[in-house]
Structure formats: C-alpha cells, structure tokens
C-alpha cells in the first residue's frame, strides 16, 4: 500500500502561482509513475501532469505546458506542482496518485486539494 497526502491548495488570483505536495508513504519503492491528476465540478477528470519516480522523467496536458512543472525530492518521498501563470480553468480538485508498472492503472490515490483560481 502507498498513501499520498496533498497539500497546498488554495484561492489565487489570476496569474497568481501556487504550488502542491503530494508525501507518499508506505510502500514507495513501488512507486513506478506518480502523476497530477485534477477534476473541476461537472468535468472529468484529467490528467495534468506525471514523472517517472526513478528516472525523473515528465509528462504534462497541453494545457498546462510551459505553465507548471512537475518535480520530486527522492529523500522526502514527495511530488511537487508548481503552478505558474494560473488561469480560472485552472480551478478544480488536484488529485495525487501512483502507478507501481509501467502499463498498469493509477493504483493509489490521495484525497485531493481544492485550487480555485479567480478572475
């Protein structure tokens, strides 16, 4: 098992910039693939952005290229999004989760943090 709490949500303003955790603990040298994932009321989730917990690779939407990044500190077993240049689009439950293969499906999933973006 891999629990993962998020943290660092908030209100911000238009191209205001926040920036979320997500510690993983338990099991995490299972961890294959961590990824962002975010949901805004009445939408699907969608992917945002996803690194590769050993090798360091990253992955992100269209949508959010150029504007957040994705990182991870091996030592504290934490993800980071930094989000920059905020859009009220922007705004939507952010949800952490881990893959433990290659081509297997998000196997753990935090809570989720509330990010709202207003105009």
């Known amino acids: 098992q891999v629990q993962l709490v998020e943290s660092g949500g908030g209100l911000v303003q238009a191209g205001g910039s926040l920036r979320l955790s997500c510690a993983a603990s338990?099991?995490?040298?299972?961890?294959?693939?961590v990824g962002w994932f975010r949901q805004a009321p009445g939408k699907e989730r969608e992917f945002v952005a996803a690194?590769?917990?050993?090798?360091?690779?990253?992955a992100y939407a269209d949508s959010v290229k150029g504007r957040f990044t994705i990182s991870r500190d091996v030592a504290k077993n934490t993800v980071y999004l930094q989000m920059n240049s905020l859009k009220p689009e922007d705004t939507a439950v952010y949800y952490c989760?881990?893959?433990?293969?290659?081509?297997?499906?998000?196997?753990?999933w935090g809570q989720g943090t509330q990010v709202t973006v207003s105009a």
């Open positions: 338990g099991r995490t040298f299972s961890m294959y693939i």
């Open positions: 690194i590769n917990w050993s090798g360091g690779g990253t």
């Open positions: 989760a881990v893959k433990t293969s290659r081509l297997g499906k998000y196997d753990y």
